[in-house]
């Protein structure tokens, strides 16, 4: 999952946020998710952010292939949208902003980037548009513009393969924590509680081994439910190293004392977790842990 977007699901639950906010992100998601299950993952590389002399760009995708490097910039408007003299407008008649300019500026800094780093492959660009229900009038035949059913002919029609040393490279160089990702919040704020792992609501029953969503029925081991809060707890308070209270006062004290130390030492065997003191632990790898929990 997108740090973003899990900050944005958490804070819903335990502060008063911006719906709008959320409900864009997830718009956002659900196009990548489209993408993502049309392009094979050796050669891509998904929610990128990188520095090249001092400018930081965000990228949805990068496929990453031997003689070509292609970058794809997903949209998922509801609105239509005329383009006339180059100019976007909404169906309203007002302006609004012209992505191939964005993805043109990305495109240049991706090329410049591989040119310093000793790689002189051709950087393509396109804007893939995943809602079906919008629609943009007046592209041109030569538009980089790609809906999903042409994103799989490119794909098929060119002969990738995959590039791995130039993955790797890109992979390193990423930045781990986005700028843009940022959110302000003030932490003292936050209700305590348990989240459901699938919908984030706060409305869960506890059991001996297992936490019950009352919202959608999704249903945890205790364990999986320690995990997941000690990453959230992290990513709100912008933080690795905790102590067992934090954890108790984040969950509301909804898990006793003992089953969190037990679950705690499970997690220090397994490597997720390493002890600083007796009472207190760092979470490792936290970026990576964050990326695996679903959508």
């Known amino acids: ?126 804007i893939v548009w995943t809602n079906i229900a919008s629609h943009v009038y007046g592209l041109k035949q030569d538009d980089p513009f790609m809906t999903p059913g042409k994103l799989v002919r490119y794909m098929s029609e060119n002969l990738f393969r995959a590039d791995l040393v130039l993955r790797d490279m890109i992979d390193r160089d990423r930045m781990r924590v986005s700028p843009f990702d940022k959110i302000e919040l003030d932490t003292k704020e936050l209700a305590s509680g348990l989240h459901c792992l699938k919908c984030f609501s706060l409305e869960v029953k506890r059991t001996r081994k297992t936490v019950l969503c009352t919202k959608c029925q999704y249903s945890a081991s205790t364990s999986e439910v320690v995990k997941a809060h000690i990453i959230y707890y992290c990513l709100l308070y912008d933080r690795t190293n905790f102590q067992i209270k934090d954890i108790m006062t984040f969950t509301g004290e909804l898990i006793s004392l003992r089953t969190l130390q037990t679950c705690i030492g499970q997690l220090v065997e397994t490597g997720i977790l390493c002890r600083i003191h007796r009472t207190e632990f760092q979470l490792l790898h936290m970026e990576e842990l964050i990326r695996r929990i679903k959508d």
Request: no cysteine.
């Open 1 to 126: 999952m997108k740090r973003k977007l899990l900050m944005l699901e958490l804070l819903h639950s335990r502060a008063e946020t911006d719906v709008r906010q959320l409900e864009r992100e997830r718009k956002g998601i659900s196009g990548e998710k489209m993408v993502r299950e049309l392009i094979d993952e050796k050669m891509v590389l998904e929610d990128v952010t990188l520095e090249i002399d001092g400018s930081v760009i965000q990228l949805d995708f990068i496929v990453i292939a031997a003689g070509r490097v292609t970058v794809l910039e997903v949209k998922h408007h509801s609105s239509d949208y005329v383009i006339r003299e180059n100019i976007w407008y909404f169906n309203d008649g007002q302006q609004a902003s012209n992505p191939f300019y964005q993805l043109e500026r990305t495109r240049g800094l991706m090329e410049k980037y591989l040119r310093q780093r000793g790689f002189r492959v051709p950087v393509w660009g396109f």
